[in-house]
T-cell receptor
């Protein structure tokens, strides 16, 4: 099955810093989502981005489907950005999302 | 507009017992998927329901079963609970996953003792 690798596994930042999270996947996809899992466990949908670039406030994401990777950019990080960020992909003909192992982000004040 | 709601939020069960978890999809969504997330891991797909039928199943034993009702809500049932079934169980719903992806609930944290 498709493999999803996220890097780095852990990231510690000072408030105000910028960061880039990466997601590599091993096969073509028709669904790619970035999620932020908060301390209570809820997966909050950040972007649905199987290709192209999107921006939402301080967050933006780019997926280069032909090269099988996606990037999540966080600018001017805040302590509330802390948590685990997951990349999840889906393929044609399959209904499931396959998740990476996540990047644990800690933003210190 | 309510998102995906799950109940209960927490549950403690004894080995060998049976458990039922519930999910109400986001308004307008007709497809429900269930995921299991062990501590420190990414969620793993259990199965998906559409039009009251199981459409796809992940690599989980038959002890895991589900149901979807005419109002699109869903239940996840786990029989003969094992200690290893302790996890966060997440429900996701969608209307058009090709163009919009999935929306997740807050999950049910199940502890088996």
């Amino acid at each position: 099955g498709i493999q999803v690798e996220q890097s780095p596994p852990d990231l510690i930042l000072q408030e105000g810093a910028n960061s880039t999270l990466r997601c590599n996947f091993s096969d073509s996809v028709n669904n790619l989502q970035w999620f932020h899992q908060n301390p209570w466990g809820q997966l909050i949908n950040l972007f649905y981005i199987p290709s192209g670039t999107k921006q939402n406030g301080r967050l933006s994401a780019t997926t280069v489907a032909t090269e099988r990777y996606s990037l999540l950019y966080i600018s001017s990080s805040q302590t509330t950005d802390s948590g685990v960020y997951f990349c999840a992909v889906g393929q044609g003909g399959s209904e499931k999302l396959v998740f990476g192992k996540g990047t644990k982000l800690t933003v210190n004040p | 507009d309510a998102g995906v709601t799950q109940s209960p939020t927490h549950l403690i069960k004894t080995r060998g017992q049976q458990v039922t978890l519930r999910c109400s999809p986001k308004s307008g969504h007709d497809t429900v998927s269930w995921y299991q997330q062990a501590l420190g891991q990414g969620p793993q797909f259990i199965f998906q329901y559409y039009e009251e039928e199981e459409r796809q199943r992940g690599n989980f034993p038959d002890r895991f079963s589900g149901h979807q009702f005419p109002n699109y809500s869903s239940e996840l049932n786990v029989n003969a609970l094992l200690l290893g079934d302790s996890a966060l169980y997440l429900c996701a719903s969608s209307y058009d996953r090709i163009n919009y992806g999935y929306t997740f609930g807050s999950g049910t944290r199940l502890t088996v003792v």
